[in-house]
């Protein structure tokens, strides 16, 4: 089963539990060093945000997708994974955001299932036109964070055993905002926003 994991504004303080204990502690951390914390003070004080978000942990490659979109219908889309983070790798590791890569090495299809599921989520919200920033988890993915031959490094390879079953996405958040570090990828939104064809 998989280990529920606890998400507040900072990703320092997104914390993965196995066990009923180690859950209870996580959140009594969290709700005293919370966002407008900036001690540790462990007396609760009312004009500070103490709300702890809990869901579950979905083992799998992190994937940052953009978005361009006019009338319901992509313009633009892109996948950028991210490198694993330590609560990938240990029972107790923060989840902040360590590297990206780009272009992916997830295949084609796998990044078709990204496309299409977070599509529909973003329509299912009401927006049809915009720049969205996308993040989401590939569950069971063909693909694996493995060293690279000849010791380059790690990247996306293909699993050493099948997957349990075909791939999905698992959502973890949608940003009505473009990406915030890639200027090649805005270089493109703005190709796609200026071009006479899409003009409002």
């Known amino acids: 089963m998989s280990s529920p994991g606890i998400k507040v504004e900072c990703l320092l303080n997104v914390v993965k539990v196995s066990e009923y204990d180690a859950l ?9 060093h919370a966002a407008y914390s900036r001690n540790n003070d462990t007396k609760p004080v009312d004009c500070w945000q103490t709300d702890v978000l809990i869901e579950e942990y979905c083992e799998g490659p992190e994937a940052d997708c953009n978005f361009v979109l006019w009338k319901g219908e992509f313009l633009f889309f892109e996948v950028v994974v991210n490198f694993p983070c330590a609560g990938d790798n240990v029972a107790a590791g923060n989840f902040k955001e360590t590297q990206l890569v780009f272009p992916s090495a997830s295949p084609p299809e796998q990044q078709d299932v990204l496309r299409d599921s977070l599509l529909k989520s973003i329509l299912h919200l009401g927006f049809h036109s ?3 920033h996308v993040e989401a988890r590939v569950r069971n993915s063909t693909h694996e964070y493995r060293p690279s031959p000849n010791d380059q490094g790690i990247d996306l390879h293909p699993r050493s055993e099948p997957a349990p079953s075909d791939a999905s996405v698992f959502l973890i958040e ?3 905002r473009p990406q915030g570090i890639w200027t090649h990828a805005q270089a493109c939104f703005l190709t796609v926003l200026t071009s006479s064809r899409y003009r409002l």
Do not use: E, M
Not at 24 to 32: F, G, K, N, P
């Open 24 to 32: 209870l502690t996580a959140v009594q951390h969290i709700a005293r």
């Open 130 to 132: 915009g720049i969205f």
């Open 174 to 176: 949608i940003n009505a």
